[in-house]
């Protein structure tokens, strides 16, 4: 191998930070994902400046906010001219390589597209054989979609069917050992063996990658993509059983924080209708994330919810275990920067919602990172605010690599891994770029210890949370008295260095 670090980023897909056994949760199950941390350092306060898949997945890859790559919405495709960090490292010798979901093109994107991120190119001749290469990663293996609709295009999906063909139906609920609750269609034990789920699949890829990168003479960047744990819910049964559903606390919300919700949080899903109908419908006209209220979601089936999230977190942590071992037994361990990190995160019942949508509740915005490896201190913790933005630069810097081409919204991390840097930033930005409502697009800056989330289409509205008293943001003080000051400190950093930029020059092809 070359002088130069291997890496290996891991990112999961609407994992929410505080769902790790590091971060202090008592419920996870999670020592593998772990040691990256006990063993390297935990950035405490990282996020995503937008908390939906597509946008998030290109600002980790690219450097820049959404509004600058122009991937602000699921549905739409990265454009082919924005700099990617892997072009970058394998103009500079890195073997790069990508397995699992990776989600920068739309999934429904028609045929005539020809964009092998959408089932649709999976039907055509040019698929056959099909292994990129694809937005700087010279091959990749592919997973298209979520849990129940893995099966059906992409490199899984092929070696499934061929492989496993008696499997591909237990994906689904109807093979499930019992029926989802009626109350929430989308949680069940999946039927299907572990050995055939996705994870282990992805996992399988990637390791006979890493066993074959060990004998080339140039490093290498592989990038493993896991698309849970993003609902539906329903890890294999043999990782279901393990968590009890009565045992997880369920979320409370308090009628005070209820009555300072935004009004638009109880109008973007019907009412009565299965949510996975209306998911997996694609209509346009309902906005993007999904986020639905748990008004008429029993405490039984959110405990389930949440117990069958830590199930899957479980099951990729396995994975990650296989990883490290595989890494350690090649001799790469030392040479290798292990990178763990997910796009965003998920409501889960906090605040009285579920999934994700328009609100950056820090649930949604704030994701694990961590970092092991050649350069990186052991068992340090890192508070500054850093960002997905800042991903890219840090892997070149880390590299040796030159940015030539880029020009980043972020900035590298490695100034906060040595002695006397504590910060990076004092303002970190966000913005929401909705889909069915226009007048959902909203704004965002952070401090140390405040958020503020201003929409522009409603000048009324706004979000104010003072981070110190309150870090879970359970009570909206936008508009009391006492903090007209700070609101407009805020709201003047926001118009100065982040003014609004709700339109892009990007085609919106379809849903996601």
Not at 95 to 112: D, I, S
Not at 232 to 256: H, I, L
Not at 490 to 495: T, W
Request: aromatic share 8%; charged share 20%.
């Amino acid at each position: 191998m070359s002088g130069q670090p291997n890496f290996l980023v891991i990112c999961t897909d609407q994992q929410r930070s505080d769902s790790l056994g590091c971060a202090g949760n008592r419920q996870a199950s999670t020592a593998h994902i772990d040691s990256i941390a006990r063993n390297g350092t935990l950035f405490r306060r990282h996020s995503t400046p937008m908390q939906i898949c597509s946008p998030s997945r290109a600002t980790m890859l690219s450097g820049l906010y959404p509004r600058h790559h122009g991937l602000v919405v699921n549905g739409m495709a990265l454009p082919g001219k924005v700099p990617v960090v892997t072009d970058t490292l394998a103009a500079a010798g890195y073997r790069t390589h990508a397995v699992g979901k990776m989600h920068l093109e739309p999934l429904l994107a028609p045929p005539e597209y020809r964009m092998p991120d959408s089932r649709a190119f999976w039907s055509l001749p040019e698929s056959d054989g099909w292994n990129g290469p694809h937005y700087g990663y010279q091959t990749l293996d592919l997973l298209l979609g979520e849990s129940d609709t893995a099966h059906l295009a992409g490199h899984y999906a092929n070696w499934l069917r061929e492989n496993h063909p008696d499997s591909v139906p237990l994906l689904l609920p109807a093979s499930a050992p019992e029926p989802p609750p009626a109350d929430l269609d989308e949680i069940w034990r999946s039927a299907i063996p572990a050995e055939h789920h996705y994870n282990t699949w992805i996992t399988d890829r990637a390791v006979s990658f890493i066993g074959q990168a060990s004998t080339a003479s140039a490093p290498f960047f592989l990038f493993v993509s896991y698309p849970d744990p993003h609902h539906p819910f329903d890890p294999p049964a043999e990782y279901a059983d393990r968590f009890d559903p009565a045992g997880m606390p369920v979320p409370r919300v308090s009628v005070e924080e209820r009555g300072r919700q935004l009004p638009y949080f109880r109008e973007l899903y019907p009412e009565g209708a299965g949510f996975r109908e209306l998911y997996w419908s694609a209509r346009t006209d309902l906005e993007g994330g999904s986020m639905i209220t748990t008004d008429r979601i029993s405490d039984e089936s959110l405990g389930r919810a949440i117990a069958y999230t830590h199930a899957t977190i479980r099951m990729i942590d396995d994975q990650v275990g296989r990883l490290l071992e595989t890494l350690d037994r090649a001799g790469l361990a030392d040479s290798t920067v292990i990178l763990f990190t997910s796009d965003h995160g998920e409501l889960l019942g906090d605040h009285g919602l579920l999934h994700k949508g328009p609100p950056p509740y820090r649930q949604l915005t704030e994701v694990a990172c961590l970092m092991k490896g050649p350069g990186i201190p052991v068992g340090a913790v890192v508070d500054a605010m850093t960002s997905h933005i800042d991903l890219a630069p840090t892997l070149l810097d880390l590299a040796g690599v030159q940015g030539k081409g880029h020009d980043f919204d972020g900035t590298s991390m490695t100034p906060l891994l040595g002695d006397g840097v504590s910060a990076l930033r004092e303002f970190d930005f966000g913005e929401y770029h909705p889909t069915a409502r226009t007048d959902l697009y909203n704004q965002t800056v952070r401090t140390a210890g405040w958020r503020l989330t201003l929409y522009p289409g409603h000048p009324e509205w706004g979000e104010l949370f003072d981070l110190a008293e309150d870090p879970a943001e359970r009570l909206n003080r936008y508009g009391e008295p006492g903090t007209a000051t700070v609101t407009s400190e805020l709201r003047d950093v926001l118009e100065k260095r982040f003014p609004p930029c709700p339109g892009v020059d990007n085609e919106w092809i379809c849903k996601w």
